[in-house]
């Protein structure tokens, strides 16, 4: 998981095995909860140098 800031810069939040079930909801989410916080996934990026799935998503703000 990968976050992207409001200056465009991208930081790493997460890594981890995903199961084949995991990876085909990502075509019904819009959120995820990472943490604790709770995040709007963007897109995805296959990354075939590093063999790895990226998911670009941004931090929503916490009402209250």
Known sequence: MMEKNRDGSLIPI????WS???LESLHHVNYCVINGREYQTLEGRLN?????????????????
Not at 14 to 17: A, N
Not at 48 to 63: A, F, H, P
């Open 48 to 64: 075939i140098d590093k063999g790895q799935i990226e998911l670009l998503v941004v931090k929503m703000q916490n009402e209250g």
């Open 20 to 22: 084949l079930e995991m």
């Open 14 to 17: 997460d890594e981890r095995e």
